[in-house]
Nanobody, 123 residues
């Protein structure tokens, strides 16, 4: 079974940056995607990376500010978040799915999930 562990969350002021990491031991091919969910909001896709084939996807609200990349050890992905805004405040989750014939940003399509890491952005 795939195990996903997120880290890197914290509290920053608006305009600041954070770098989230998702370690996915034994996972080398398929979607590895960051989702986020704020209280009272639906879970939304933030950025996806297709391991083993390359390719990235971003949610409209984070384009130009967030960058997803494969980790140096190639055992997960990282999410560089720049110019953070208060509306970015949420619990951020890493999710994995081996299938590629699906909408990357659909939470229901993913099989494996991490425990989440909290990101708080103050104004």
């Amino acid at each position: 079974q795939v195990q996903l562990v997120e880290s890197g969350g914290g509290s920053v002021q608006a305009g600041g940056s954070l770098r989230l990491s998702c370690v996915a031991d034994g996972y080398r091919a398929g979607w590895l995607t960051w989702f986020r969910q704020a209280p009272g909001k639906q879970r939304e896709g933030v950025a996806g990376f297709y391991l083993g084939g390359g390719g990235t996807s971003y949610g409209d609200s984070v384009k130009g500010r967030f960058t997803i990349s494969q980790s140096l050890a190639k055992n997960g992905v990282e999410l560089q978040m720049n110019d953070l805004k208060p509306e970015d405040t949420a619990m951020y989750y890493c999710a994995a799915e081996h299938r590629w014939t699906m909408k990357w940003s659909a939470p229901e399509a993913y099989t494996y999930w991490g425990q989440g890491t909290q990101v708080n952005v103050s104004s």
